[in-house]
């Protein structure tokens, strides 16, 4: 079916917490084939934009729609779209990190799990410690098996909050190239990033976050991150 | 398959508590040993089964003494019947269930099922009905077990077959309100705790009636289980996911906090979070000018006790269940009713402490003011010591209205308000029972004598700041050396609270 409007619409969404808006109301388009980058200092609510757009968290005021309907986290049709990696340290205490991306995949009716599941392994480099409890490994390596659960499932919309964090200088390149071929592939990525080499390798656009929220190209973006760091 | 998104399609053979429970079942076993499990079984029976003799002894004893010295009438110029009484409790305990079962849900899902399994783009009935399935079957049999030792001390003409009866009768009445609970989490059943409240009132005669023998109340109410599981079963899945792990954090945080025996965790973990519209309450006070870094911290302490009200609705349900209990006529002998009236005091302790609980697991904040720390503790005491005062006067105002003590009652009775005040501070800063400290050999065996103390602090001073009130109570009549004992005592309770380690 081909798509009416943006993959996802952002109006007037003010975000925050008891109701007390932690930055300006955002209001954003991402189209298909798209990386949006959301940037922004500490604190200025940056995650909490991506949370709010991922349906984890119920907005202020203001709209968010995906694919013209109204984000909702219960909705099936959205779960199965839309796939989000925030930094968030749970995990199975029992299930290795291939039982974990496994129950991902089966979850999502990927054709062929375990081959799905092994090539992510493969490509975050822990497939030597794929049957161990992500437990016993790294906080980095959890961190790849998050981002390897969002990536191991087919998806249209892409959400990852800060996935440079944890990472080496190897595996951020690896994952800016992994980003760009799913936008190539026709998926709109929602990325919120500290990183200016991320941002210039992958995003169309960037969102900075403030009072006031303001469009800015990669480059100005990357500018401003590099000037407050 | 689906080219752009690369699925195969929904799965319908694919289940996903299945798969987790298989996988970390597989796990399990590579790791533990039969031995162990075994051993693990075997101490957990064999304690289960000392503790449950001890209950079943001490509440044998206590009917045997009911059987043969039935309880005093009560001298209160307005008396409750017996029966009245039994099913007011009856009533506060299926709505103590209720609460409960709301505070967890009661369909919840843990932490990390939430996070990997509610992002799934499958259907959620089945993740969630297994396990309130067990959570609606172990609360039936958990209510009825509790409920057994009430029916034996409070029907004493019941037959054991009464006994079991009745005990079944509250269980599936406890299911009944805890699968009520479960329909207000269904989207757009907001109906509020009214048919809950109707259902408690309409069984609490219910296991009384089961007392004589008669099978016909535990019947109906499994009936109603029945309609209600088959309700709630169809619609599971309609559950919002924030619901489901918010009941699924607080039943995880209280479930920790069993393991490990921190009463004070376990209140944390009920208790919740005031509402973001209390922070504008009280602001006038806050900002009240403080010269000193004590009146600074007597103000944001008084400020943050203020802001918190589910403590006013706690005391006001032990102010009513005292007089009560002190109103019924016969079933308890004067100790049994005083010792009820002490229970409820260390309950009003605890209810008042919430915010002294909250800040002791912050102690880094305490430790950067630059005030001793029994200052510090002094002025978390004030406004918990003024609302038991209160709570105190209320009690003892009561039972003098019911002409069950003089008016002179009320003086000891505000003064031992201020020590419980202080025990809820000194009950809230009690550690952690640490199970890494060995017991202590005594001629009665060993003991784990750092572990009670720990649990006995703050009941400690409650006990000694209303042990004259109570005394005042018993005799009849408030000497004026019971009224400088009380004085004592209380201050005793304040510097134990401020002072001690």
């Known amino acids: ?229 | 398959m689906d080219p752009k998104t690369g699925t195969a399609g929904t799965d319908p053979a694919f289940d996903v508590v299945r798969f987790t429970r298989t996988a970390a079942r597989q796990r399990s076993r590579r790791e533990h040993r039969y031995r162990d499990v075994l051993v693990d079984v075997y101490s957990t029976g064999l304690g289960l089964a000392v503790v449950l003799m001890m209950l079943g002894s001490l509440v044998f004893a206590v009917r045997t003494h009911l059987v043969l010295e039935p309880g005093t009438a009560s001298s209160a110029t307005v008396t409750i019947p017996q029966e009245y009484l039994q099913a007011g409790l009856t009533v506060a305990g299926l709505l103590a269930v209720a609460l409960f079962s709301r505070k967890i849900g009661p369909v919840n899902v843990r932490r990390t099922e939430g996070f990997w399994w509610l992002g799934l783009p499958v259907g959620r009935r089945r993740m969630v009905e297994g396990s309130f399935l067990r959570r609606v079957l172990l609360l039936c049999l958990g209510a009825a077990v509790a409920y057994l030792p009430f029916s034996v001390l409070t029907f004493l003409t019941a037959q054991p077959l009464g006994h079991a009866l009745a005990s079944a009768t509250f269980g599936l009445a406890a299911a009944s309100v805890m699968l009520l609970s479960a329909i207000r989490q269904l989207p757009g059943r907001g109906q509020g705790p009214v048919p809950t409240l109707v259902l408690s009132v309409a069984t609490s005669a219910l296991p009384s009636v089961a007392s004589a023998g008669l099978y016909w109340p535990a019947l109906v109410l499994m009936a109603a289980v029945l309609g209600l599981w088959l309700l709630v079963a169809a619609r599971l899945g309609s559950i919002p996911g924030a619901d489901l792990t918010r009941g699924g954090a607080v039943a995880g945080h209280a479930g920790s906090a069993v393991f490990f025996m921190d009463v004070n965790e376990l209140t944390r973990a009920f208790s919740g979070t005031p509402g973001s519209g209390s922070v504008s309450r009280f602001r006038c006070l806050y900002a009240l000018p403080a010269r000193r870094p004590w009146t600074a911290l007597l103000l944001a302490d008084a400020t943050a006790f203020l802001r918190h009200t589910s403590q006013w609705r706690t005391l006001a349900a032990l102010l009513v269940l005292s007089i009560a209990v002190m109103m019924a006529d016969g079933g308890l002998v004067l100790p049994a009713r005083l010792a009820v009236l002490l229970m409820a005091g260390c309950a009003a302790a605890s209810a008042v402490g919430v915010v002294a609980k909250r800040t002791a697991i912050t102690p880094g904040v305490d430790a950067a003011l630059p005030l001793h720390p029994g200052a510090v503790r002094l002025s978390r005491i004030v406004l918990p010591a003024l609302a038991l005062s209160l709570w105190m006067a209320c009690l003892t105002g009561g039972l003098v209205l019911l002409g069950l003590a003089g008016p002179a009652l009320l003086v000891p009775g505000a003064i031992a308000g201020l020590g419980m005040g202080a025990a809820a501070v000194r009950g809230a800063y009690r550690r952690a029972p640490d199970w890494s400290r060995p017991p202590v050999e005594t001629p009665f065996g060993p003991v784990p004598s750092a572990q009670l103390r720990s649990f006995t602090a703050g009941i400690d001073t409650v006990v000694i700041a209303m042990a004259p009130v109570l005394l005042a109570l018993y005799v009849g009549q408030v000497p004026g050396i019971l009224v400088v004992a009380q004085l004592v005592a209380s201050t005793l309770a304040v510097l134990m609270a401020a002072f001690s380690r």
């Open chain 1, 1 to 229: 079916m081909d798509r009416v409007g943006a993959l996802l619409e952002v109006s007037g969404l003010s975000v925050g917490y008891g109701g007390v808006p932690v930055c300006g109301p955002v209001s954003a388009r991402l189209e298909a084939g798209e990386v949006l980058a959301v940037v922004g200092f500490n604190g200025a609510g940056k995650s909490t934009v991506a949370r709010t757009i991922a349906g984890k968290q119920a907005p202020i005021d203001g709209e968010v729609r995906f694919d013209g309907l109204h984000v909702n986290e219960d909705s099936i049709s959205f779960r199965r779209a839309v796939a989000a990696a925030f930094d968030e340290d749970i995990f199975f205490p029992s299930l290795s990190i291939r039982e974990h991306l496994q129950l991902v995949a089966r979850g999502h009716s990927v054709a062929e799990p375990d081959g799905a599941v092994s090539r992510e392994l493969e490509f975050f480099s822990l497939g030597h410690r794929a049957d161990v409890v992500p437990d016993l490994v790294s906080s980095g390596q959890r961190r790849r098996l998050l981002l390897a659960s969002a990536l191991v499932r087919p998806s249209s919309l892409l959400i990852l909050d800060e996935p440079e964090q944890r990472l080496d200088p190897v595996m951020r390149e690896r994952l800016a190239g992994r980003i760009r071929a799913y936008s190539e592939s026709g998926g709109g990525v929602l990325l919120v990033t500290h990183d200016p080499e991320l941002l210039l390798r992958t995003a169309d656009r960037a969102l900075l976050i403030d009072e006031t929220v303001l469009e800015l190209t990669p480059q100005q973006a990357a500018a401003d991150i590099a000037r407050a760091q």
